[in-house]
């Protein structure tokens, strides 16, 4: 579970970015973050993510304080734990699909051997086996954005941040994209949290947290609190009674 605690980010001279944001974010939720250009969606998400640091507030993953580790343990977790995909895809571009799919793996001092039956259904997965070899300059936008989907997910990470996923791509290529992230937060299990400008892509996700002036006015831990009390009650009116 993320939580991020009374975040204030303030960029110099004197910009409040982010003023006093709260949040929780449950395992398998698929989030979207919406707000207008320049309200911080980018910055939150990368402070969720432990790419930049808040100026004060806490953020906890599975209930270690990310935003006091250091640097190094800091970028170990980035890369074993979080997947991040961002609107330009960053895949680099002398690698192979494949080879930028082994990145994180090879970051991390890890055998890739143990990582190539993954990759190869990752691939599978995602549609880009005919792509494997090829370097991404010759790939189609939603082939770069599927590579780097897989790449965020090699690691199995429990959570996955997008930053405007389908900035760069047709109404169409990015709706497949939207499908595809529905597909792996069902199907995977994996936490979604995806920055959009697009209502029509937040509808995809389970919760929408919109930033305004800094501040959230939407998907609070009040608010999901009151979701989840009245999503109880209906199944107790269901009759359910599972774990
Ligand atoms: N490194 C930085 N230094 C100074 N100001 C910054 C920095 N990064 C972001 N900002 C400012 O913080 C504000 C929020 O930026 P951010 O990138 O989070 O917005 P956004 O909501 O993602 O916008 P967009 O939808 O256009 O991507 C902007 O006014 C931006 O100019
Ligand atoms: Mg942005």
Redesign the pocket.
């Known amino acids: 579970m993320i939580k991020a605690q009374n975040i204030v980010k303030v ?2 001279p004197n ?1 409040k ?1 982010l003023d006093d944001v709260s949040l929780e974010i449950e395992y398998g939720d698929f989030v979207s973050i919406i ?1 207008a ?7 939150l998400l990368s402070i969720l993510g432990g790419i930049d640091r808040p100026t004060s507030g806490k953020v906890f993953l599975d209930g270690a304080e990310i935003s006091a580790m250091e640097e190094k343990e800091l970028a170990k977790l980035r890369r074993t734990k979080i997947g991040f995909v961002f609107q330009f895809f960053n895949l680099a571009p002398y690698l192979t699909v494949y080879e930028n799919i082994m990145l994180p793996i090879i970051l991390d001092g890890k055998q890739t051997k143990a990582y190539a039956e993954k990759a190869e259904k990752l691939m599978d997965y995602l549609g880009i086996t005919a792509q494997r070899d090829k370097l991404p300059s010759t790939l189609s936008g939603g082939e770069q954005q599927r590579a780097a989907i897989a790449r965020g997910l090699i690691f199995d990470p429990k959570v996955i941040f997008l930053d405007e996923p389908t900035g760069n791509l047709d109404s169409k290529t990015g709706r497949e994209t939207m499908e595809l992230l529905a597909k792996i937060n069902a199907e995977l299990g994996t936490t979604i949290v995806q ?1 959009t ?1 697009s209502m029509q892509n937040a509808s995809y996700g389970n919760r929408i947290i919109e930033i305004k002036d800094g501040r959230i006015s939407g998907g609070s831990p009040e608010a999901a609190k009151s979701a989840e009390t009245e999503k109880e009650n209906n199944e107790i009116t269901d009759g359910k009674t599972e774990e």
Do not use: L, P, R
Request: proline share 0%; net charge positive.
């Open positions: 960029f110099s910009i970015v707000g250009s320049g309200s911080g969606k980018s910055t920055v400008h």
